[in-house]
């Protein structure tokens, strides 16, 4: 059974600096890997999603790997903005069931303080 | 596009009372999902609608939950009877599927609070 874990569970840190929050799954047959951001009281906004045969996505400041041997990924975001807090969730999607689903870690609460 | 679309936004309702969450997914999209996220267990797939037919229900808590989607501009997901266990944020999301670049586009949410 896939699972998804992400660490830290929380995090704060001053504007400006660069960080990185860990997402790692135990099912190495994924289809892409997503990175989502939620603000609070609002939907889910995907931000990058990596398929399978790539090793990472960049957009703007932010930066998706994957490393689908050791079940991990990670996403780099440079010169953190007070506008980047928010809660960040990784997804996977595999492939091994009769159809794809999408499994939801838990997420990372992200703090900036200006 | 609208995006997805979800009504109400918020619902509070009394144990016992029966309770319908709409969503109408976007246009051209032929996957929708129903989730539930709480604090405690996060995100949660309950159903997933391929092409309107139910796929997977294995999520749904119990059978006071149903879900239908009667055509494909619109899904429900109904609980009854409620009961403050099920105070959460539902979410609905669609996606166009098949390629593996495609994404699940997420609707606002709907809040429910079951006293």
């Known amino acids: 059974k896939q699972e998804v874990t992400q660490i830290p569970a929380a995090l704060s840190v001053p504007e400006g600096e660069n960080l990185v929050l860990n997402c790692s799954f135990t099912d190495s047959a994924i289809y892409n890997l997503q990175w989502f951001r939620q603000d609070p009281g609002k939907g889910l906004t995907s931000l990058l999603l990596i398929q399978s045969s790539q090793r990472e996505q960049t957009s703007g400041r932010l930066n998706a790997s994957l490393d689908k041997s050791s079940g991990r990924s990670t996403l780099y975001i440079a010169a953190s903005q007070p506008g980047d807090s928010a809660t960040y969730l990784c997804?996977?999607?595999?492939?091994?069931?009769?159809?794809?689903?999408?499994?939801f870690g838990p997420g990372t609460s992200l703090s900036v303080i200006p | 596009d609208a995006g997805v679309i979800q009504s109400p936004r918020h619902e509070v309702t009394e144990m016992g009372q029966e309770v319908t969450l709409r969503c109408k997914p976007i246009s051209g999209h032929n996957s929708l999902f129903w989730y539930r996220q709480t604090m405690m267990r996060g995100l949660e797939l309950l159903i997933y609608f391929n092409n309107n037919v139910p796929i997977d229900d294995s999520g749904m808590p119990e059978d006071r939950f149903s879900a239908k989607m009667p055509n494909a501009s619109f899904s429900t997901l109904k609980i009854q009877p409620s009961e403050p266990r099920d105070s959460a944020v539902y979410f609905c999301a669609s996606r166009k599927s098949g390629r593996p670049t495609d994404t699940q586009y997420f609707g606002p949410g709907t809040r429910l609070t079951v006293l």
């Open positions: 997804a996977v999607r595999q492939v091994k069931t009769s159809y794809d689903k999408v499994i």
